[in-house]
């Protein structure tokens, strides 16, 4: 035992201070407690929310307790406030992390000015890496002060943590009116009432995928499900870093720590995850069917070309590569990337239409289009595949009166199974095409349920 | 003879004494078992089925699911009792089993162990999820002659898995039987009884049953307390079991995860 500790005094700076860590529990009391000066951080603007967290969402409230003097005030915007349509942010120990490893849970007491459902509480995200992140989703606020716990998902694993806090609300669930809600005695703490924690991966359920050597696929939807005190089961969104990712058999598929799994050779290899001593449900089996023959590289120049689909060229603006036209369309996309060559992947292919409206192609000045094709599989007697481009007239939109098409329909022994076959199908072969002024549609069609890669869809002279 | 009984007698004295203190201030060194004259001891420490010459099994599904609407078929097969690694394992099972949709099992003393008076006390590790209704308890050994609730039942533990921090002592009697019995909870701090072993029992004497729940006393029923006859004063058997389902607990819900085990650790009974 001394010699335990003599040897704890000789350890080197840097374990020390990970010793020293605080373990303090309370965030908010009746103030921030141990958060340093610089600790909220509102959420910016982003892709989904052009505008952002209303800055002042978050105050201390004097007038409102659960217990003592004070609480956390929420006031979450109207959608149409033209400071901030939702309120989100982080409270992030301005200082050193703590180690939190002896408590179990997160809780803190909270009600609202109305009942409303909360999109986001948690933990764990510290503006980066955000490496714990811990989130419940869907909470249920009502108008008097009810506790909620947060299971911590795996303790041992926060021994520096800075992201104390985190919070996004909106006003999808009061149509657009907002709202303001309380949280007071905001602490971790040591319950000893959660239990029977069971993770999961891709929701749970087991997902297959075909993939070629080279192809990246990812593991996501963590999450773990807990046994609250109350019997109540309570889903928590986790971060990959709180999992073990484990592949059965590395020389098919590798994964790495954040659940990106590379497909290495021909095989099948099964991925799941561990959390602690159990195994989360949920798996992806990757079935490698080897090596990825990659379509010819466009050799045109590209001031030559107006493309829509290739790694070779600048692509044009696309709507979409699969308008998945109802209701008979059945084909689906699984597109994929090997070493960096995207191809187009339609499974269950009976026809599709690549839609390029906005705006249109003048490709007055163009001569032919491209583009290479690879039918995996057997091809069946008759098989046609026909390739229809479709231009929307002066008026630059579908129908209207002046749109026309051409199409130009393939068969064997042009097609052939297990081989890139390049298309080129000049506009002067085209009579049903009466101009190429507002080209907007290029659709496949012809196809009996099977699958069809498409690569270098373009048009060139 | 009469030495021993007055000697009893000074054990109740205490206990009742012991009580009182509880419920002024939480003491937490109170001894609350005064009886240690081991007569009794199951320890399930022999593989295999559980040793016949102590018990027998119910098996079916009673009369209108045992009277409470259960939902489980008692089994006598290993998937549903064992013993293994030192301990009894009940475990309610969700399949189809002639005509029922859950399995499990259910043992008694009857005939076999019959007891009046004394410590009798079970170690034991509990199932969780909705629906889930373990118990460890007794009936009056008079049951086939005597109705119920005439005949008597002392429920030493009862528990629900939507509640797994927290188990119930119970008596019904004539008067005060179902929904009108004598009950007490217990909740357990800082924990929950899924997550290990702990220690139930009862200390009964003439007009006087004790619970506890590892040390901690926590309930005394005596003739004051019961609205009717007090019919506890006559040998009553050991039952252990899982039900499923049920008026109490309400049927097992998506969430519920099947297979549920109780692993009981031992019995035993003291004078």
């Known amino acids: 035992m001394s010699l335990l500790l003599v040897f704890g005094c000789q350890n080197d700076d840097a374990d020390l201070q990970t010793a020293k860590a605080s373990s303090t529990a309370e965030i908010f009391i009746d103030t921030p407690i141990g958060m340093g000066t610089n600790f909220y951080f509102p959420y910016g603007a982003g892709p989904d929310n052009p505008i952002g967290s209303k800055l002042n969402a978050w105050s201390v409230d004097q007038k409102v307790s659960y217990k003592g003097t004070a609480s956390m005030r929420f006031d979450v915007p109207n959608s149409n406030d033209p400071e901030g349509n939702y309120a989100g942010g982080i409270f992030k120990i301005d200082g050193a992390g703590r180690?939190?490893?002896?408590?179990?849970?997160?809780?803190?007491?909270?009600?609202?000015?109305q009942g409303v459902t909360v999109a986001e509480l948690g933990f764990g995200e510290d503006f980066?890496?955000?490496?714990?992140?811990?989130?419940?989703?869907?909470?249920?606020?009502?108008?008097?002060?009810?506790?909620?716990?947060?299971?911590?998902?795996?303790?041992?694993?926060?021994?520096?943590?800075?992201?104390?806090?985190?919070?996004?609300?909106?006003?999808?669930?009061?149509?657009?009116?907002?709202?303001?809600?309380?949280?007071?005695?905001?602490?971790?703490?040591?319950?000893?009432?959660?239990?029977?924690?069971?993770?999961?991966i891709m929701n749970g359920n087991n997902i297959s995928q075909t993939t070629f050597v080279g192809v990246k696929s990812t593991i996501d939807n963590f999450a773990a499900t807990f046994n609250l005190p109350s019997g109540i089961n309570q889903a928590v969104s986790l971060s990959s870093a709180y999992l073990t990712f484990v592949s059965s058999n590395p020389s098919v598929a590798s994964v790495d720590a954040t659940g990106v799994?590379?497909?290495?050779?021909?095989?099948?290899?099964?991925?799941?995850?561990?959390?602690?001593?159990?195994?989360?449900?949920?798996?992806?089996?990757?079935?490698?069917?080897?090596?990825?023959?990659?379509?010819?590289?466009?050799?045109?120049t590209a001031a030559n070309v107006i493309s829509l689909f290739s790694n070779a060229y600048t692509n044009v603006p696309v709507n979409y590569y699969n308008g998945y036209w109802q209701p008979w369309?059945?084909?689906?996309?699984?597109?994929?990337?090997?070493?960096?060559?995207?191809?187009?992947?339609?499974?269950?292919?009976?026809?599709?239409?690549?839609?390029?409206?906005?705006?249109?192609?003048?490709?007055?000045?163009?001569?032919?289009?491209?583009l290479d094709v690879f039918f995996p599989g057997p091809i069946a007697p008759g098989r046609q595949l026909r390739v229809i481009v479709v231009d929307f007239g002066a008026d630059g939109v579908f129908n209207g009166g002046d749109d026309t098409r051409h199409s130009t329909t393939f068969t064997a022994p042009t097609l052939v199974t297990n081989k890139w076959i390049g298309i080129d199908i000049p506009f002067s072969s085209m009579p049903g095409l009466l101009s190429r002024a507002h080209l907007a549609q290029l659709i496949l069609e012809g196809g009996d349920g099977s699958v069809l890669y498409v690569d270098n869809i373009y048009y060139y002279k | 003879m009469n030495k021993k009984i007055q000697l009893i007698k000074n054990s109740i004295l205490f206990a009742t004494t012991s009580l009182l203190v509880i419920g002024c201030s939480i003491d937490e060194k109170q001894t609350v078992i005064t009886k240690t004259q081991l007569v009794m001891q199951e320890e399930f420490d022999t593989n295999g089925a559980p040793n016949p010459s102590m018990w027998s099994y119910n098996i079916g599904t009673g009369a209108n699911g045992w009277g409470n609407n259960e939902l489980q078929y008692y089994t006598d097969r290993p998937e549903n009792i064992t013993i293994e690694n030192g301990s009894l394992k009940i475990t309610a099972r969700k399949e189809l089993y002639?005509?029922?949709?859950?399995?499990?099992?259910?043992?008694?003393t009857k005939g076999k162990f019959e007891q009046k008076y004394g410590r009798i006390e079970a170690r034991i590790k509990l199932p969780w999820g909705k629906g889930i209704w373990p118990a460890f308890w007794m009936l009056g050994a008079n049951s086939d002659t005597v109705l119920w609730p005439q005949s008597g039942e002392i429920d030493i533990m009862e528990y629900i898995g939507s509640k797994p921090t927290q188990v119930f002592g119970t008596v019904h009697g004539p008067g005060y039987s179902g929904g009108?019995?004598?009950?007490?909870?217990?909740?357990?701090?800082?924990?929950?009884?899924?997550?290990?072993?702990?220690?139930?029992?009862?200390?009964?004497?003439?007009?006087?049953?004790?619970?506890?729940?590892?040390?901690?006393?926590?309930?005394?029923?005596t003739p004051k307390d019961v609205e009717g006859e007090w019919v506890f004063n006559q040998p009553f058997y050991i039952i252990l079991n899982i039900a499923v389902g049920g008026n109490l607990p309400g049927s097992p819900n998506s969430e519920t995860v099947f297979p549920q085990t109780m692993l009981v650790d031992y019995v035993r009974v003291y004078e």
């Open chain 1, 261 to 300: 799994v590379t497909s290495l050779s021909a095989g099948t290899a099964v991925i799941t995850a561990k959390f602690g001593d159990t195994v989360a449900t949920g798996s992806l089996t990757i079935n490698c069917v080897g090596t990825f023959v990659h379509a010819p590289t466009p050799t045109k």
């Open chain 1, 329 to 370: 369309q059945t084909t689906v996309s699984n597109d994929f990337t090997v070493n960096g060559d995207d191809v187009l992947n339609y499974t269950i292919f009976n026809f599709v239409g690549i839609e390029y409206s906005s705006p249109t192609i003048n490709a007055t000045a163009m001569t032919h289009v491209h």
């Open chain 2, 180 to 221: 009108e019995a004598i009950s007490k909870s217990y909740t357990l701090p800082n924990d929950r009884f899924d997550n290990d072993f702990h220690i139930f029992g009862i200390e009964w004497g003439e007009n006087y049953i004790n619970y506890y729940v590892d040390d901690v006393l926590y309930n005394q029923i």
């Open chain 1, 99 to 113: 180690d939190l490893t002896q408590y179990d849970a997160l809780t803190f007491w909270a009600k609202a000015s």
């Open chain 1, 128 to 200: 980066f890496p955000n490496k714990y992140i811990t989130t419940v989703r869907n909470i249920t606020l009502g108008t008097t002060w009810t506790k909620f716990i947060i299971p911590i998902p795996d303790a041992s694993k926060l021994v520096l943590e800075k992201g104390m806090f985190r919070y996004a609300a909106n006003t999808n669930d009061t149509n657009g009116k907002g709202y303001t809600f309380w949280i007071d005695e905001l602490k971790f703490e040591k319950l000893g009432t959660i239990a029977h924690g069971q993770a999961s």
């Open chain 2, 98 to 108: 002639l005509g029922s949709s859950y399995t499990s099992a259910r043992i008694l």
